[in-house]
T-cell receptor, first 118, second 114 residues
Framework: GAVVSQHPSRVICKSGTSVKIECRSL??????MFWYRQFPKQSLMLMAT?????????EQGVEKDKFLINHASLTLSTLTVTSAHPEDSSFYIC??????????????FGPGTRLTVL | AQSVTQLDSQVPVFEEAPVELRCNYS??????LFWYVQYPNQGLQLLLK??????LVKGINGFEAEFNKSQTSFHLRKPSVHISDTAEYFC????????????FGSGTRLSIRP
């Protein structure tokens, strides 16, 4: 299957700083990437959908100015948590897929990034 | 509104016993169905998926699931579990008409006792 990587796998930062998380599709071109957040012992919550070359679509309740998403190429999407606070500490997971809404439109998930804000 | 419900937040079973993890969904449109497994501090691994065809789907690690359209269910089963199956399991749906957006259930923690 297709491989999606995330970098870094873990990051610890001070409150007020910004953190960038990268999501890469290693062996396929992903015109659509998704960012999820998972709090401890909870499910994955979709934060936003990013399409290459256009603005991301954010889910209700997600602050677009705080969680900046850039999908500048077909293999890379970045999530920047700006002015991070302890409540932003979470496990962030990306997935990459193709825009086809049929059976070929499968998503492939990255290994996740553990963000801890002190 | 579309939703995914996993009725059991935790399921404890003894090793080598059978297990069923329940999943129900609500949707007014056709869906694709998935089960994912998540080991501690790791991402998601696809166990199996139902896209079309036979309603009984076999996946990795000896798991299988059956799509029941009339009951809007997609329960996951394994006839004999191992200690290594201890993990969090997520049921998920993707709506056929959408551009790959996936909705996840709340997850079921499967704990295996020796």
């Amino acid at each position: 299957g297709a491989v999606v990587s995330q970098h870094p796998s873990r990051v610890i930062c001070k409150s007020g700083t910004s953190v960038k998380i990268e999501c890469r599709s290693l062996d396929f071109q992903a015109t659509t990437m998704f960012w999820y957040r998972q709090f401890p012992k909870q499910s994955l919550m979709l934060m936003a959908t990013s399409n290459e070359g256009s603005k991301a679509t954010y889910e209700q309740g997600v602050e677009k100015d705080k969680f900046l998403i850039n999908h500048a190429s077909l293999t890379l999407s970045t999530l920047t948590v700006t002015s991070a606070h302890p409540e932003d500490s979470s496990f962030y997971i990306c997935s990459a897929g193709q825009p086809d809404s049929g059976e070929k439109g499968e998503q492939f998930f990255g290994p996740g990034t553990r963000l801890t804000v002190l | 509104a579309q939703s995914v419900t996993q009725l059991d937040s935790q399921v404890p079973v003894f090793e080598e016993a059978p297990v069923e993890l329940r999943c129900n969904y609500s949707s007014s449109v056709s869906v694709y169905l998935f089960w994912y497994v998540q080991y501690p501090n790791q991402g998601l691994q696809l166990l199996l998926k139902y896209l079309s065809g036979s309603t009984l789907v076999k996946g990795i690690n000896g798991f299988e699931a059956e799509f029941n359209k009339s009951q809007t269910s997609f329960h996951l089963r394994k006839p004999s579990v191992h200690i290594s199956d201890t993990a969090e399991y997520f049921c998920a749906v993707r709506f056929v008409s959408s551009a790959s957006k996936i909705i996840f259930g709340s997850g079921t923690r499967l704990s295996i006792r020796p």
